[in-house]
């Protein structure tokens, strides 16, 4: 599999209703069909992802979930599977965020088993890494962050970072642009080579101008920049998120 050199993402996360996904996922379309460069890809709840893909059919956009079982097939009430999300054509799956981790108690182990089901069945894990707190040394929670998924999945896989401190995560602004750049730097520097394409992503209150920003400050950085932006909130607004899916493949 070979994932775009660019991405523009959007998490619904449990925000929308049915009838305004539908919504959203017709403004996306009916702009996307006049044709963009970059990959871009919506992550929604479950029962949404097969709607969406019959929504987005025909404009290129990937559809992916946010979480997914740690299990296989079998005896797990309630749960999952990466094989039944692989049969509805899912792409991405999003894994380790911060919020997960608060609701539900996930922990790094349990990220990396999910990882694991995920790519062992071609969806991408999208692994939300960062640090809790603004002064936190950011490559070393990176690095114990990073350990335990990259030791679990094929290093052929492919995989995305979304690099999202949790502080700048629902907040007024993202993170500071040179903060981020030094991050992502780190974060690049730690995945090394890998055989399976990978690609970070920025998230936490992104919105259009985020991504262009910090394109600005790390021109002298490129190993900072992000290979593109994951919004939230900001991406509620179809129009908003097409604006950074412009952003992302113009650069
Ligand atoms: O958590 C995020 C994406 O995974 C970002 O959320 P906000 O953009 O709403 O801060």
Redesign the pocket.
Known sequence: MTLPSRLAGF?S?AYQSVEDAKRWAQTVSDRLAEGRGAGHYV?VPHPILPLMAEWLAGTGMDVGVQDLSRFGPGPHTGDVTAEILAELGCRYV?LG???RRRDYGETWQIVAEKSARAAQNGIVPII?AGEPHRDDDVRAVCAEQLDHVLSAIDPDADLVI?Y?PAW????ADAAPAAHIIDSVAAIRDLLGSRSGDTRIVY?????SGTFNDIVAAGAARPAGIPDGV??????LDPHAFLASVDEVASD
């Open positions: 998490s996360k992550c999003m965020h911060p919020e939300i979304a999202e700048a995560i629902g907040v998230g936490g209150s992104a919105k994951f919004l939230g909130r900001a991406g």
